[in-house]
Every structure is written in structure tokens, then in C-alpha cells.
């Protein structure tokens, strides 16, 4: 069965330092990858995906994240966080075949930074 | 501006009483969504749907109805309200093409109480 894991429920980063959102996920051949972003009574946006290609993509807002297809993993990353960054943290994916078109989506990591 | 519009953004109902959430979008997208999202669970997909009168079950489909006359609306019904659907609920939409990645455009979310 497919499926997403954010193992933290919650990452606490200082204002400033480098924060990382870790995901991993169990899907069958090489599945569409991407990161949304929650913010309080808000829905979600589109931060970035990984198709193909280089393993480090760049997204909004000054976020990347690194693919790695062996540990199955796409963690979110940013060098430097800002206490506008602390949001709710989705990480999602979808097949490539024609399965519904359906994107799974992990539990969610709550982003506080502090100042 | 393109946009998801979900209403009513906030709805206190009570048990049996029929209800609509609509969504429309104005983006021309294929494929649209409905999702809900409970603390620790992350979204789940209640419906699909991939063009105009083209659905299909999604995760969680026990207690929805759904329909896509238009390609712009795709509405939520709860025939019969109960308390377990009591949640914030998601309305997305993409672009379903050959080739194309899919990432999700999404409403700002209805929160449904049933008491």
C-alpha cells in the first residue's frame, strides 16, 4: 500500500538557524513528489515537487528539498528560518500511472520558529 | 485572479440535516478533489473527479455524495449529516493532462461542526 510518513509531529528551529521537515514514503515506481504548506485558517499551498532530474529542487519562499531515491526520501529543507516560516508542513505524492491521479499525503509536521 | 472558492467557510448544523458545501474554480482545471482533514491524519480524499460527470470514490467516501455537471463546480453533500463528519474540508483542483505534474490548487477549507 502507498503510503507518506513525517515522523515529527512538531520541529522547533531557532530564527536564522537551518531547518529540515523530514518525509519519507512507500510508493510503487517513481512517483510525482511534493511539498505543501498550511498556514493558520488557511488552505494549502504549493511549495515545490520533484519530477525527475536533480535531486535538489528549489521551491518558495526560499525552500528545497533533497530527493533520495534509495532512502525513499524527500526532506524539506531551508538554510535559514524565519518566524514567518512556522506553518503546518504537508508532504505529498502521486504516481505516475494512471491510478486516479491521486495524491497521498502524510500527517503533516507543525513548523515552529523562534525568534 | 485564479482561485478555489469554497462555501460556507464555517458551518454549525445538526444531525440529519442536508448540506451542501459548493467549490468552483476558475482556473479551467480537469481534475477536482474533496478532502478533510482531521488532527493527526492528515488529508483524506472523500471524492475525485477527472472531468465534467466523471467521479469516483476517493478514501473515505461513506456519508458524501458528489457531482460535476460544470467543469468549474463540484459540490459536497452530506445527505445526512453525522458528528464523525465534523471536520475541515478541502476542495482542490489541478490540471489533468498527459505530461503534466499536478500539483493541487486548494479552496481555504469549510469547517463543518454536526451536533
Known amino acids: 500500500a502507498q503510503s507518506v510518513a513525517q515522523p515529527e509531529d512538531q520541529v522547533n528551529v531557532a530564527e536564522g538557524n537551518p531547518l529540515t521537515v523530514k518525509c519519507t514514503y512507500s510508493?510503487?515506481?517513481?512517483?510525482?513528489l511534493f511539498w505543501y504548506v498550511q498556514y493558520p485558517n488557511r488552505g494549502l499551498q504549493f511549495l515545490l515537487k520533484?519530477?525527475?532530474?536533480?535531486?535538489l529542487v528549489k521551491g518558495s519562499y526560499g525552500f528545497e528539498a533533497e530527493f533520495n531515491k534509495s532512502q525513499t526520501s524527500f526532506h524539506l529543507k531551508k538554510p535559514s528560518a524565519l518566524v514567518s516560516d512556522s506553518a503546518l508542513y504537508f508532504c505529498a505524492v502521486r504516481d505516475r500511472g494512471t491510478g486516479g491521479f491521486k495524491t497521498i499525503f502524510g500527517a503533516g509536521t507543525r513548523l515552529f520558529v523562534k525568534a | 485572479e485564479a482561485q478555489v472558492t469554497q462555501n460556507p467557510r464555517y458551518l454549525i448544523t445538526v444531525t440529519g440535516k442536508k448540506l451542501t458545501v459548493t467549490c468552483s474554480q476558475n482556473?479551467?482545471?480537469?481534475?477536482m478533489s474533496w478532502y478533510r482533514q482531521d488532527p493527526g491524519l492528515g488529508l483524506r480524499q472523500i471524492y475525485y473527479s477527472m472531468n465534467v460527470e466523471v467521479t469516483d470514490k476517493g478514501d473515505v467516501p461513506e456519508g458524501y455524495k458528489v457531482s460535476r455537471k460544470e467543469k468549474r463546480n463540484f459540490p459536497l453533500i452530506l445527505e445526512s449529516p453525522s458528528p464523525n463528519q465534523t471536520s475541515l474540508y478541502f476542495c482542490?483542483?489541478?490540471?489533468?493532462?498527459?505530461?503534466?505534474?499536478?500539483?493541487?490548487?486548494f479552496g481555504e477549507g469549510s469547517r463543518l461542526t454536526v451536533l
Open positions: 482542490a483542483s489541478s490540471l489533468y493532462r498527459a505530461g503534466v505534474t499536478g500539483e493541487l490548487f
Open positions: 520533484y519530477i525527475t532530474g536533480d535531486n
Open positions: 510508493v510503487s515506481g517513481n512517483p510525482y
Open positions: 482556473m479551467n482545471h480537469e481534475y
